[in-house]
Nanobody, 128 residues
Framework: QVQLVESGGGSVQAGGSLRLSCLVSGYTEGKVCMAWFRQPPGEERDGVAALDSDGRTSYALSVMGRFTISKDNAKNTLYLEIDNLKPEDTAVYYC??????????????????????WGQGTQVTVSS
């Protein structure tokens, strides 16, 4: 059974950096599309970055240049590096995966309904 477990969240000051991790288990190699989403308090869950099994990356326009998605296949881990953190980055961050389609590439909006598997989320709080 596929499981995704996020870690790396925390409380940081504006201008700092964080690297979130998502350990994926129960996955056998093949086509995959993986993504990071975030959900600020009282708001909807929005996609911020995606990465497919061909290595193609996608970013929401609102985070391009500050967020970097990557994957370590040997460690079965997906990462999200966030630089120059801003208070508006405060949210619960989720990783998600789907194994039924690839490649995946998004110009801006990343649909949550594209992904069947989700982690439990990790909280990121940015103070000014």
């Amino acid at each position: 059974q596929v499981q995704l477990v996020e870690s790396g969240g925390g409380s940081v000051q504006a201008g700092g950096s964080l690297r979130l991790s998502c350990l994926v288990s129960g996955y056998t190699e093949g086509k995959v599309c993986m993504a990071w989403f975030r959900q600020p308090p009282g708001e909807e869950r929005d996609g911020v970055a995606a990465l497919d099994s061909d290595g193609r990356t996608s970013y929401a326009l609102s985070v391009m240049g500050r967020f970097t998605i990557s994957k370590d296949n040997a460690k079965n881990t997906l990462y999200l590096e966030i630089d120059n953190l801003k208070p508006e980055d405060t949210a619960v961050y989720y990783c998600a995966a789907d194994f039924t389609f690839a490649p995946c590439h998004y110009s801006d909006y990343i649909p949550p309904l594209d992904f069947a598997f989700w982690g439990q989320g990790t909280q990121v709080t940015v103070s000014s």
